[in-house]
């Protein structure tokens, strides 16, 4: 699936978190040459979907119509936080996450300067 998304867009990447399994899996991807990015989660699975809650409701987030994996992610995300399974939930709350973040956040206000010829 890596090589299939990396034929279709250049902005692609692949997160792993740098715990336990995950550690040992961004080894082996990268024997294979698949770059992927460890990252350090904040917070539990709960709080990290809480954040992004707001902009589900806001209507900010959109699913396919149709796909094959579309009844089983909809299960887990309304059953969250009690269901059995949340690794999908907590995929999309990383991803949302990243999606809303800017990359580069501009200077503070105090740091510009006001030019005269304005």
Do not use: C
Request: charged fraction near 25%; glycine fraction near 6%; charge should be positive.
């Amino acid at each position: 699936m890596y090589w299939r998304w990396r034929r279709v867009t250049s902005n692609y990447a692949l997160f792993v978190e740098r715990k336990g399994s995950g550690m040992s899996l961004l080894q082996d991807l990268r024997q294979h040459d698949i770059y992927a990015i460890g990252i350090e989660p904040e917070g539990d699975k709960i709080m990290r979907m809480s954040e992004q809650t707001a902009r589900i409701e806001a209507g900010s987030v959109f699913l396919p119509r149709k796909a094959p994996w579309l009844d089983e992610f909809r299960r887990e995300v309304l059953a969250f936080p009690n269901g059995r399974h949340n690794d999908q939930v907590d995929a999309l709350s990383q991803a949302l996450k990243r999606a809303f973040t800017p990359l580069h956040v501009a200077p503070a206000q105090s740091h510009w300067r006001r030019s005269k010829s304005l």
